[in-house]
């Protein structure tokens, strides 16, 4: 991961932060005998950013350049939430209205089982077949229990795409959107609380990633077009610095 991470830095102009640390986590196997998927198969983006940041139009662009399965943590809490018979419903939309993190346990499920569909109805496509993928997993990990819980269990991630940008341009964007969204975290009352939980427990899992050198930090202020160029070249490098790796091992 390091020298991938140092040619998108530099492609950047971003910094790769604690080399020491780098290189000691390479010693280890990428595959631990725990983990659901083998993450020498299977690439996994991790997709953050505040509330309205734009990680829902970025993926949505991705998606179609790269041939990715985006898979967003919230939709699948919302679908979860509205399935009958669903257990969690009245849990799920508690969460989200109070802009919290919903149990892990419930999440990290949910990503599980839809990583398992779409690796086996998704057979053909740029880095898809014998148990190959490529995930786009949007707005998620947002607190430290997750990350790491997904790391060590489900599948090691490659990457964090970090969209940056103002509460100010967060909080007109979202309000925006809260005119035809219908979601019910969409008003000024749950998008500050969103902030909070953002602030509080999300930007950590952002540090613990900075220390492993992971994270393509891109400013999201300026049009969509803008941002996606920038995006769509860190992910150019993640899977040319893969392919060659792969080559030559
Ligand atoms: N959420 C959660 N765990 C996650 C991801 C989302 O509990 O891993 C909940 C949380 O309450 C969050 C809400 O789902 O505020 C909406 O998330 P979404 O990603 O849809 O919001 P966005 O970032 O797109 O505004
Ligand atoms: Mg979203």
């Known amino acids: ?3 991938l991470m140092e040619k998108i830095a530099e492609a950047l102009h971003l910094k790769s932060h604690h080399k020491e640390k780098e290189a000691k986590a390479e010693e280890h196997p990428a595959v ?3 983990q659901v998927f083998d993450s020498s198969k299977v690439t996994v983006v991790f997709v953050l950013g505040g509330p309205g940041a734009g990680k829902g139009t970025q993926c949505d662009k ?3 350049e790269f041939d990715f399965c985006h898979l967003s943590a919230g939709d699948l809490l919302r679908a979860e939430q509205h399935r009958e018979n669903s257990e969690y419903g009245e849990l799920i939309s508690t969460y989200i209205k109070e802009g919290q993190i919903v149990p892990m346990e419930i999440t ?3 990503l599980e089982n839809a ?3 779409a690796l086996e109805e998704k057979t053909t496509g740029e880095g898809w077949g014998e148990g190959r993928g490529r995930f786009l997993v949007d707005g998620f990990p947002r607190k430290m229990d997750q990350a790491l819980k997904f790391d060590e269990e489900v599948s090691k991630s490659s990457l964090v795409l970090f969209f940056t940008t103002t509460e100010e341009v967060m909080l007109q964007r979202l309000l925006k959107r809260g005119e035809t969204s219908g979601r019910e975290d969409d008003n000024e009352e749950s998008i500050k609380k969103r902030f909070r939980t953002y602030k509080e427990t999300t930007m950590p899992v952002i540090e613990h990633y900075t220390k492993q050198g992971k ?3 891109i400013d999201a202020s300026a049009s969509v077009e803008e941002v996606y160029e920038k ?3 860190v992910i150019k490098e993640l899977f040319a ?4 790796r792969s080559v030559t091992v």
């Open 62 to 64: 991705l998606v179609q």
């Open 108 to 110: 990290i499920k949910l």
């Open 115 to 117: 990583m398992r569909a």
């Open 241 to 244: 610095g893969q392919l060659s």
């Open 1 to 3: 991961m390091a020298p």
């Open 215 to 217: 994270v393509a930090s």
């Open 231 to 233: 995006a769509s070249a």
């Open 32 to 34: 631990t005998a725990k």
